[in-house]
């Protein structure tokens, strides 16, 4: 009887803990979850006139998503916003804006019909004034570059794309001047 008892009390205290662990875990969630939905949404939402129909707030979310680019441009090709979109859930995304539900909870609604939509990641701002450059992989340097409107030709190595982006630093630097 008092093995039993004390069978039951260990087995309550580690149910106790195991659902602990599962709330942690629940609560911090991924803080990049569905941000270029969030990203989107918060530079798109402000550009809403006050009382829109819902038809004239997804004929605004496609004017839109026809200038995003990069990542933006994926989450508009996913949820249907561009002309060569497999699907089309964009009501998913307009209808709870003209009730003006919050964000997240748009980006959250929209996931349930398309997860792939809250997976999509904006790319990691680099610092070029601290960081290391012979830290970074070829295909970040590469990036740094694209990003800057540099053309690296006849670069072969990493040093070839360092020396470019360096060669950039020293231009900018002087015309800041």
Same mark, same amino acid.
């Given at each position: 009887?008092? #093995? %039993?008892?004390?069978? !039951?009390?260990?087995?309550?205290?580690? +149910?106790?803990?195991?659902? &602990? #662990?599962?709330?942690?875990? &629940?609560?911090?969630?991924?803080? $990049?979850?569905?941000?270029?939905?969030?990203?989107?949404?918060? @530079?798109?939402?402000? @550009?809403?006139?006050?009382?829109?129909?819902?038809?004239?707030?997804?004929? !605004?979310? !496609?004017?839109?998503?026809? /200038?995003?680019?990069?990542?933006?441009? %994926?989450?508009?090709?996913?949820? *249907? *916003?561009?002309?060569? +979109?497999?699907?089309?859930?964009?009501?998913?995304?307009?209808?709870?804006?003209?009730?003006? !539900?919050?964000?997240?909870?748009?980006? =959250?609604?929209?996931?349930?019909?398309?997860?792939?939509?809250?997976?999509? $990641?904006?790319? /990691?701002?680099?610092? #070029?004034?601290?960081?290391?450059?012979?830290? #970074?992989?070829?295909?970040?340097?590469?990036?740094?570059?694209?990003? &800057?409107?540099?053309?690296?030709?006849?670069?072969?190595?990493?040093?070839?794309?360092? %020396?470019?982006?360096?060669?950039?630093?020293?231009?900018?630097?002087?015309? =800041?001047?």
């Amino acid at each position: 009887m008092y #093995l %039993r008892s004390r069978l !039951m009390s260990s087995n309550i205290v580690v +149910s106790f803990c195991f659902l &602990l #662990l599962l709330a942690t875990v &629940l609560a911090a969630k991924d803080e $990049r979850h569905c941000e270029v939905c969030k990203g989107f949404l918060e @530079k798109f939402v402000p @550009k809403i006139p006050q009382g829109s129909s819902e038809e004239k707030i997804q004929e !605004m979310f !496609m004017d839109e998503c026809a /200038k995003s680019k990069d990542k933006e441009e %994926r989450f508009c090709y996913y949820v *249907g *916003g561009m002309a060569t +979109s497999a699907t089309f859930i964009v009501k998913e995304v307009t209808q709870p804006l003209s009730w003006n !539900m919050p964000i997240d909870k748009v980006c =959250e609604r929209v996931s349930k019909k398309d997860p792939q939509v809250c997976d999509i $990641r904006y790319d /990691k701002k680099i610092d #070029l004034t601290t960081v290391d450059l012979k830290t #970074l992989k070829v295909k970040d340097l590469k990036k740094i570059l694209n990003d &800057l409107g540099e053309e690296c030709k006849g670069c072969a190595e990493k040093n070839d794309f360092i %020396r470019q982006i360096e060669a950039y630093k020293k231009r900018t630097s002087k015309s =800041e001047l």
